[in-house]
């Protein structure tokens, strides 16, 4: 595992008085970034779940944080070079958490599950409307599953938003969020904004995503403006 991990933490919303809230655990997801994401320590969230310090989570268990004061993004940044590209998808679906991609993906062969390295909510399925899930692939800082063409897997940096981007545009959230992580994924790894592809704009691929209606002006005016 590389080291020197660096951790950005991007407030998404704030709490105007502190209120106890159901989190569902998604992948590779553990008490530590719990405690980050909604501004609570980790004992609380221990003693609230009548949970030994130090216990396992699992991948779609319901856990009490009480007390939250907020809700951040929280993103880890691993020393790596591999990564030159960023490649932009969206789910083609209404709904989606990573916790059901990820098991989705591996119904479909896929494999470790999610193929994406990051996934941006739309507020369904109890998700937060542009909320980071940042998937297993990312935290191992192995190879996507996401674009064979032009060997993105090995070099790309899949960023997928729940959305069908054909039928609807995403989220004004949504798009701040992925502005947000563009500039933090390029500032950090050195990706200059031309390796910045649409799947559909990598050579090889043949598919519309991450859709018709993907507003690619507005990204780049949400990136020009950070």
């Known amino acids: 595992m590389p080291q020197r991990i660096q951790v950005i933490q991007e407030p998404l919303a704030n709490q105007q008085k502190p209120r106890t809230v159901i989190h569902e655990v998604a992948p590779m997801e553990t008490i530590w970034r719990l405690s980050k994401m909604y501004g609570v320590s980790m004992k609380s969230i221990y003693q609230a779940n009548n949970l030994k310090p130090g216990a396992p989570i699992v991948i779609g268990q319901k856990l009490i944080i009480p007390n939250a004061t907020k809700f951040q993004n929280v993103i880890p940044l691993y020393p790596n070079r591999c990564w030159q590209y960023i490649v932009v998808h969206h789910t083609a679906t209404d709904i ?14 896929f494999w470790n599950g999610l193929g994406y390295h990051f996934l941006i909510d739309n507020g369904t399925l109890g998700k937060g409307d542009g909320q980071i899930e ?18 993105m897997n090995d070099v790309g940096i899949g960023v997928a938003l729940v959305g069908n981007f054909n039928e609807r545009p995403p989220t004004p959230k949504q798009m701040q969020s992925l502005a947000r ?38 990204l780049q005016r949400l990136l020009s403006s950070g």
């Open 96 to 109: 989606g958490k990573a916790t059901l991609i990820h098991y989705n993906h591996q119904n479909r062969g």
């Open 134 to 151: 940042v998937s297993p692939r990312w935290i191992k800082q192995q190879k996507g599953a996401h674009c064979v063409a032009g060997g």
């Open 181 to 218: 992580l563009i500039r933090q994924l390029a500032h950090y790894y050195g990706i200059p904004p031309k390796n910045v592809l649409g799947h559909g704009d990598v050579p090889g691929a043949n598919t519309d995503c991450p859709g018709k209606r993907f507003p690619w002006g507005e």
